[in-house]
């Protein structure tokens, strides 16, 4: 059953790309010769020069906006968007042409266009036709591998959550229990200075492993993440940092942990970075719910200039990433720096 989803990936692309060469040729094609036609008709004294290259590429530009704004054989999606901009440029060309005084004949660039759009159903409906299993089982794999990565994410989120309290209830709780004898041993060595100190330098050593400890747990998953919410836990990383940080949490549920996680890790390293480089500034936090997608955004305002290929924030977009999200950094000099991520959480 595995194999029947392994797609013959450079073949789509090929086969992308030469669609999309022809409907440019023959759009190119058509559009000229009735350029041609018209000139030849002897009226062209009605038909301004520019416009029988504007003919020519409004239709053109329309198909390269497509294929940069999709990147992909997303066809039917591409068709839509291509009737949505046709309609745009059509309005606008009429517009002109009446604000012109109809200096011009409005029928060939609309006419290039209405062109254009045919061609790009006919295509799409002719690839559709002859590829109908295999976009069936291209949706199909995508569907499998989002649902398997978004579970494997889950179980390591969960795998970390019990990490994090093995640490805290096992060799932490431990340390900590260590730490209390050494310090009942020291308070009866009194009359023995050199042994009271060798107890006090272990003593302060476990307090130091502790520290170290918790700040590793933390890094994992942190407590007050798990038991009160996202919101709770920017504050008590607002609260730990060295700036005037505002929270402005606008969240009325809990997410899923992995989302919760990768929010939480977002906030911590842009609070870190603008502790670290934006000294005696102040920092802003934002959170909230868009159409299916939790915004998460950090302003600072510090000096700016933050390299957005350090490896915090590298490691960030690593992370934010592999949950289909996205994640920004806008650092000009001397503005301060903002990190905005999306992070789907539906």
């Known amino acids: 059953m595995e194999n029947e989803y392994m797609l013959d990936e450079p073949k789509s692309e090929i086969d992308w790309r030469a669609v999309h060469t022809m409907q440019l040729g023959a759009t190119g094609f058509i559009v000229f010769l009735m350029v041609v036609i018209w000139v030849a008709t002897g009226l062209g004294e009605y038909f301004w020069p520019i416009w029988v290259w504007f003919g020519l590429s409004i239709p053109l530009a329309v198909q390269y906006a497509i294929k940069r704004a999709l990147g992909g054989p997303r066809r039917w999606r591409g068709l839509s968007i291509h009737a949505a901009l046709s309609c745009v440029a059509g309005v606008i060309l009429t517009f002109i042409w009446a604000m012109t005084g109809f200096g011009f004949w409005l029928f060939w660039p609309l006419f290039g266009l209405g062109a254009a759009l045919v061609l790009n159903a006919f295509l799409t409906a002719w690839w559709r036709a002859l590829h109908p299993k295999r976009e069936r089982e291209l949706t199909e794999r995508v569907d499998v591998l989002t649902r398997t990565r978004r579970g494997a994410l ?193």
Do not use: W
Not at 176 to 196: F, T, W
């Open 154 to 346: 889950d179980a390591q989120a969960a795998e970390l959550r019990r990490i994090e309290r093995d640490l805290h209830d096992g060799a932490q709780a431990r340390l900590v229990a260590l730490s209390m004898q050494l310090g009942r041993a020291e308070d009866r060595l009194d009359a023995y200075p050199e042994a009271a100190e060798l107890v006090r330098n272990a003593r302060v050593e476990a307090s130091n492993a502790i520290k170290e400890l918790r700040d590793l747990a933390r890094g994992i998953a942190p407590p007050v993440l798990a038991d009160r919410g996202l919101p709770a836990a920017v504050e008590s990383l607002g609260e730990r940092s060295a700036l005037e940080v505002k929270v402005d949490a606008r969240l009325n549920r809990r997410l899923s942990p992995v989302v919760e996680s990768a929010a939480y890790f977002v906030v911590a390293e842009s609070l870190t970075n603008a502790a670290k480089y934006a000294r005696g500034a102040s920092a802003k936090v934002t959170l909230f719910e868009e159409t299916g997608r939790l915004v998460v955004e950090v302003d600072d305002e510090g000096p700016g200039g933050a390299n957005p290929d350090g490896s915090g924030l590298s490691g960030l977009k690593n992370r934010v990433e592999a949950l289909d999200g996205i994640l920004v950094v806008v650092s000009n000099p001397g503005e301060g720096t903002t990190v905005h991520a999306e992070l789907p959480c539906e």
